[in-house]
């Protein structure tokens, strides 16, 4: 299969890379995962580590995450990343949306906080490991989106310690059953990367229609609750409008801010070009919800992306 040899092509150099960099650099030796399952970073602080206690946290928020029915078929979620105590309620809201509905797999795609580089980058982990149990990584498709240019690579350091795509896998095992993911990260969110790909999920979701496409994104960083407010409404104008472009160009003048406006623009554009027609915000909130400090505040958004015109997927 084209996509399954895409990944043989790119697993031995990357491993031959992972080897070369460790020799040479020997402080990069905790940034440089195994090729087979990712362990979890985040286990014991930015969530529980212990599986019950995980768990429990988990289905609390999801329990009290009241969405209206909304009919149609999900394409696509925009949720937060921060620690659970800070934005779980938040995520949970656009979680509680896949209870009962089914995928063969999930493409999260999050901005790169601690490596810096161009393009793309497509995990090649085997799976990721969360407290909760191991996710496998679809690793055809992964090699398929490999396939789709150069900007696109499997950058091993980008993904081993970076947060905004681990902390979605434990709400994802708690609300599905039989599904994989894909984790993408972006180094650069300019234009012409996020155009790029959008172009390549957009043309395997023409192939492989039960996907589903999860933004991880945090809006305004440290501004006060009442400038954060300001900023993230015109963030949140854009995604319900699902308008990317518009999305691109507020955040490059700096009308908004988020950490992951270049995935959230290339999930509304794939979405909108899979048929989405509708947004729901979901739910709005920020860190003085949880902390009553105001003066530094971070924003969190929950929204979902429907195709109106299509049956609903739910079982019947």
Not at 147 to 171: C, K, M, N, T, W
Not at 269 to 275: D, R, V
């Amino acid at each position: 299969m084209k996509g399954r040899a895409a990944y043989d092509r790119w697993r031995l150099p990357a491993l031959c890379g992972a080897l070369l960099t460790l020799l040479a650099v020997p402080l990069w030796a905790g940034e440089i995962p195994s090729p087979g399952v990712r362990r979890a970073v985040l286990a014991g602080s930015w969530y529980p580590a212990n599986p019950v206690s995980l768990s429990r946290q988990i289905r609390g928020f999801l329990s009290r995450a009241k969405n209206p029915r909304m009919e149609g078929t999900l394409k696509a979620l925009v949720v937060p990343h921060a620690g659970y105590v800070y934005s779980g309620a938040v995520a949970a809201h656009a979680y509680a949306l896949l209870q009962g509905r089914r995928y063969d797999r999930i493409i999260l795609v999050g901005p790169c906080h601690r490596a810096s580089f161009q393009g793309v980058s497509v995990n090649l982990h085997s799976g990721y490991e969360t407290p909760l149990g191991m996710v496998p990584v679809d690793l055809e498709a992964a090699g398929t989106l490999l396939d789709s240019g150069p900007l696109f690579r499997y950058v091993p350091r980008a993904h081993a310690q970076e947060h905004s795509l681990e902390i979605q896998v434990p709400f994802l095992q708690t609300v599905m059953k039989d599904f994989r993911i894909v984790p993408v990260l972006m180094g650069r969110q300019d234009p012409r990367i996020c155009a790029e790909l959008s172009r390549a999920l957009g043309k395997y979701l023409a192939d492989h229609p039960r996907t589903l496409l999860v933004a991880s994104s945090d809006l305004s960083h440290f501004h006060t609750d009442a400038q954060a407010r300001i900023l993230d409404e015109r963030f949140i104008r854009r995604v319900r409008e699902i308008d990317p472009q518009g999305l691109l160009e507020d955040l490059a003048s700096g009308r908004c801010e988020a950490c992951g406006g270049g995935p959230v623009a290339v999930i509304l554009s794939t979405a909108a070009g899979a048929g989405a027609d509708r947004c729901a915000i979901l739910r709005y909130a920020n860190s003085a919800d949880v902390t009553g400090d105001r003066s530094r505040v971070v924003g969190y958004l929950a929204a979902a992306l429907f195709k109106s015109s299509d049956r609903d997927q739910r079982p019947r």
